[in-house]
């Protein structure tokens, strides 16, 4: 019986994150939370090949063999911090703010 | 190294030995040396490479972690990804047990002459049998250690007196010498009997069954290096002794009981029963494997209590699993599907679905939460490397190898 | 054993659910293998803050993140002939005392669904073949 | 033993056939495809059958393969005639493995009453027979490939 507000975070991995303009941030990979007062809270997600790699623990290997794919500049991915995420619709996760503003 | 470690080395290398041959080595290797003479041994020799590897890791993950193959790839690369290979491995599980099964009922109807179908449920409650009451070493050893006997295959080979030189030529890679499409399915086949997916899942869990720790990633190291090689030469032994007795006669191998003149050739009456009874072992001891490693997978997949070693009650899940395993298996034999043909579509079936059971090594390997300081050195990665790019090759040629050269 | 359950860690510390929770291996109280962590529930609460409440394990729930149609057929095949009644078995979070390749949950499989299947096996099935308890 | 003189005899026939009818390139393939295979089988017989003779293999062994050799031969020839019938070669290669395959049946018979002479007598009859098959079906390759 899923209560009122219940969300499956295993569902939202996977789940591609959109922002407002419909620019793509990458598949939410990883999900991270944070001790707060004895409870679990979600403080953030990571998403494309950072989020993967965090996931796989292989940001050694990964990212020497991105670098080989040439992945110039960053790994690739977002971490977005819960408040930029918008999760009326648990399927399709939002950003609550335009994909630049990430960074 | 302690006398007692010696002696768990020495059993390790001798039940390598004996279990290295099955069905697919079998008829992989006759099937080379009857079409192409010594000229495919380079393909056994890099095949053995890749097998010493592919056993050391899966030993050291589940040595340093005490969690298996199968449990690390659903850890780390969650079930949406691990359903794949796991439904592909049960695939392949069902096919290759159904060929061990045939293997053992074809060596049966070489000792009495009656037909091999009609000895499918014996071997099959005999095989069942042994799992029920064997615990993981009675199986490993036993069966695997009475499996020397395949050293008559290296005799053979040595009896015949084989061209030295040209049987060294062979280990050279070098292009077809004639029909290339058969001489590259071939190779595919040989390295698909090599290379099998249930490698990487049954040793890691022989390795929890066995109870080992950091202590034995020595012992781990010798019994995939040293085991393996005086293994291969088993199936190199198979491969000579086919090429001087089945090819200058022009016998292709088309049915088991053609491979039983190779041994035949050069020891006569015992050779034909020194082949029954290696064809039987060696089958019996790979159906053991197979069964249990349908259990090892479905049980790792799921996070259900298993363990050969285990009494049946104790892991009723698992033992239900290798049961439904050898009956489903054992229904190919009873409808007297052909093994040989079973055993080598099931071969090239396992080329087509390596990579997706052997690339998640490279991440595994390199997880500190699983090996601590024991991840991979950059020659191992620089191997596994290798390895994925192999089975990707193999992976793309193996079908159309097949209609093109296989049938 | 002492470092089983370790001391609640202090605020702030960080926890990756998907690498460090998501599909690790259960083990209960008395070291039994009772599972794979299936699912994490989360909570969204009023104030904005969405809080990890509960782990489950369960056929149906993995197979839905494969395909929610084929989740749905296994939920319903369980319905009917399953032993579990095709139900997901729920863990609440302040049990899960350790994470990482393995989660350490405070609870006795036995007295749970976790382990229903290996019961029904045993009563019905295992226990009454000779050898059974060799 | 008439069935093979007559085949000794006339070998050159279908040698001659199988050089005019190589412009064919797919029935030649086909041809040596299943050659091969029929060589194959007349040889394992041939090994088989002197080897039972000298009594290094079992009669049930023995039966079992010239039976299983007949099956394939008749298999091919059946298969052969199907896929290019109506081509004169094609008529005469599938005649031929028809008559190996009954003297593999003969073979076969022999063995179930212990006539260890006459087979060891048809075993060494064979091999002559397979080189025939191997010079057209390697000329039919040279051409197809």
């Given amino acids: 019986m899923v209560s009122a507000r219940e969300i499956h975070l295993e569902r939202l991995i996977g789940c591609k994150v959109y922002d407002s303009e419909h620019r793509c941030a990458g598949a939410i990979e990883e999900i991270e939370a944070e001790l707060q007062d004895g409870e679990w809270v979600v403080v953030k997600v990571l998403t494309g090949p950072i989020g993967m790699l965090t996931r796989l623990s292989s940001l050694g290997v990964g990212g020497w063999l991105l670098g080989l794919l040439g992945a110039r500049k960053s790994i690739g991915g977002y971490e977005i911090e819960w408040r930029h995420l918008d999760l009326a619709d648990p399927a399709r996760p939002r950003l609550t703010c335009p994909l630049g503003d990430i960074g | 190294m302690k006398p007692g470690k010696l002696l768990q080395v020495a059993l390790g290398v001798l039940t390598s030995i004996g279990g290295f041959l099955d069905v697919g080595a079998i008829a992989t290797a006759a099937d080379a040396g009857a079409s192409f003479r010594f000229s495919l041994l380079w393909v056994v020799l890099i095949g053995t490479i890749c097998v010493i590897f592919l056993v050391e890791m899966p030993g050291r993950l589940a040595a340093v972690s005490k969690h298996s193959y199968a449990d690390a790839v659903r850890e780390r690369f969650g079930f949406q990804f691990y359903i794949w290979p796991i439904l592909a491995e049960f695939v392949v599980d069902f096919l290759v047990l159904g060929a061990e099964i045939g293997g053992v009922c074809i060596a049966l109807q070489l000792l009495t002459g009656i037909a091999f179908h009609w000895w499918a449920i014996p071997v099959a409650l005999a095989v069942w049998l042994t799992a029920w009451l064997g615990t993981f070493d009675f199986i490993e050893n036993g069966v695997a250690l009475l499996g020397l006997i395949t050293l008559a295959f290296v005799a053979g080979a040595i009896v015949l007196h084989p061209p030295w030189g040209e049987v060294a030529r062979g280990f050279v890679p070098a292009p077809a010498p004639h029909e290339p499409a058969h001489y590259w399915f071939t190779a595919v086949s040989i390295m698909g009997a090599l290379i099998s997916p249930y490698l990487l899942y049954f040793y890691s869990s022989g390795a929890i069954e066995d109870g080992w720790g950091k202590q034995d990633l020595t012992m781990n190291r010798l019994v995939a290096g040293v085991g393996m090689s005086f293994g291969s030469l088993v199936q190199m032994g198979v491969l000579v002794t086919a090429a001087m007795v089945l090819a200058p006669r022009g016998i292709g191998v088309d049915q088991y009981g053609q491979i039983a003149l190779t041994l035949v050739g050069p020891f006569g009456k015992w050779g034909y029963y020194l082949f029954a009874v290696s064809l039987g072992i060696t089958c019996f001891g790979a159906c053991m494997e197979q069964a249990l490693e349908t259990g090892f997978i479905v049980s790792q997949a799921l996070g259900w209590n298993w363990g050969q070693s285990k009494r049946p009650v104790d892991a009723t899940r698992f033992t239900m699993a290798y049961t439904l395993s050898i009956a489903a298996s054992t229904v190919l034999m009873v409808v007297g599907i052909d093994p040989l043909k079973l055993t080598l579509f099931s071969m090239a079936l396992t080329a087509v679905m390596l990579p997706l059971v052997v690339t998640p090594l490279l991440v595994i390997m390199n997880d500190k939460h699983y090996l601590g300081e024991h991840t991979n050195g950059w020659v191992t990665n620089a191997v596994v490397g290798l390895i994925i790019g192999l089975t990707f090759v193999m992976a793309v040629v193996a079908i159309p190898l097949e209609y093109l050269g296989g049938g | ?134 | 033993m008439s069935a093979l003189r007559t085949l000794g005899r006339c070998w050159p026939l279908p040698f001659l056939l199988c050089l005019a009818a190589c412009g064919a390139g797919s029935v030649c393939k086909q041809i040596a495809r299943s050659d091969k295979t029929v060589a194959s089988w007349a040889a394992t017989a041939a090994m088989v059958g002197q080897r039972w003779a000298a009594g290094d293999v079992p009669t049930s062994y023995a039966r079992n393969t010239l039976a299983k050799g007949a099956r394939q031969m008749r298999s091919e020839a059946a298969a052969l005639a199907r896929s290019a019938g109506g081509d004169p070669l094609v008529e005469t290669t599938s005649t031929r493995y028809v008559q190996l395959a009954a003297v593999l049946t003969r073979m076969e018979a022999l063995a179930g009453t212990g006539n260890k002479a006459e087979v060891a007598q048809l075993a060494a009859a064979l091999p002559t027979l397979e080189r025939l098959d191997h010079r057209c079906s390697a000329r039919g390759q040279a051409q197809a490939s």
């Avoid at chain 3, 690790?24 to 809080?51: F, Y």
């Avoid at chain 3, 032993?83 to 990482?100: L, S």
Wanted: no cysteine; aromatic share 6%.
């Fill in chain 3, 1 to 134: 054993m002492a470092d089983d359950f370790p001391d609640m860690p202090e605020n702030g510390t960080r926890l990756r659910l998907a690498r460090d929770v998501l599909d690790s291996q259960m083990v209960d109280r008395e070291h039994r293998q009772s599972g794979k962590v299936d699912g994490i529930v989360a909570e969204l609460r009023d104030d904005g803050r969405l809080v990890i409440t509960a782990v489950e394990n369960g056929l149906p729930e993995a197979v839905s993140r494969v395909s929610p149609r084929v989740g749905d057929w296994i939920a319903a095949l369980g319905r009917r002939w399953g032993v579990r009644k095709g139900e997901v078995y729920r863990i609440p979070f302040n049990k899960v005392r350790r994470t990482g390749i393995e989660v350490r949950i405070d609870v006795d499989a036995v007295a749970t669904p976790l382990l229903d299947w290996e019961k029904w096996l045993n009563d019905h099935i295992v226990r009454h073949i000779p050898g059974a308890r060799w």
